[in-house]
Antibody
């Protein structure tokens, strides 16, 4: 059974870069699509982007200028970088596997943007 | 981007009754639609995919229907654990988008 676990700082200063990692166990990250989603009270669930085929990416246009997703197949992990954060980026960040729909999710990690 | 609209935002029903949740997309997504159930403090959990296929672990009282732009999630014989939030999501075109959610309340 696949398991996903997000990790990273819970507090990021405004204008800095939010960096999170999703560790995957029970499945190879070389298969399927691997997504980042966030959830905030003001905007509900927002799809951030995905990585697939060992490095192809697709991003939400609303974040595209600030976001990058990368993969480390040797560690079976994928990562999210979100640059120039503001308070509006405060949210719970989830990683998820996609087969048909997002069928496996991490528990999520709360990231607050504050000085 | 494709806009997903769920209605109602809150649905008041009683245990044992039937709940019908709606989701509409701003353009046709054929059957590339998923429903998720989210309990407090937990991530969303895939409930339905391809509009009508029930995910592993959910009982038959959960069913999905629809295609094109109109979709429905039906829950019969509501149990206490069903009174949480449900989201629809299209995965027909990037960027994937979610509805704003329907909260089932007693």
């Amino acid at each position: 059974q696949v398991q996903l676990q997000e990790s990273g700082p819970g507090l990021v200063r405004p204008s800095e870069t939010l960096s999170l990692t999703c560790s995957v166990s029970g499945d190879s990250i070389s298969s399927y699509f691997w997504n980042w989603i966030r959830q905030s009270p003001g905007k509900g669930l927002e799809w951030i982007g995905c990585i697939y085929n060992r490095g192809n990416t697709n991003y939400n246009p609303s974040l595209k200028s600030r976001v990058s997703i990368s993969v480390d197949t040797s560690k079976n992990q994928f990562s999210l970088n979100l640059r120039s954060v503001t308070a509006a980026d405060t949210a719970i960040y989830f990683c998820a596997r996609e087969t048909l729909g997002l069928d496996s999710w991490g528990r999520g990690t709360l990231v607050a943007v504050s000085s | 981007e494709i806009v997903m609209t769920q209605s109602p935002a809150t649905l008041s029903v009683s245990p044992g009754e039937r709940a019908t949740l709606s989701c509409r997309s701003s353009q046709s997504i054929t059957t590339n639609l998923a429903w998720y159930q989210q309990k407090p403090g937990q991530p969303p959990r895939l409930l339905i995919y391809t509009a009508s296929t029930r995910a592993t672990g959910f009982p038959a009282r959960f069913s999905g229907s629809g295609s094109g732009t109109e979709f429905t999630l039906t829950i019969t014989s509501l149990q206490s654990e069903d009174f949480v939030v449900y989201y629809c999501q299209q995965y027909d075109k990037w960027p994937y988008t979610f509805g704003q959610g329907t909260k089932l309340e007693i």
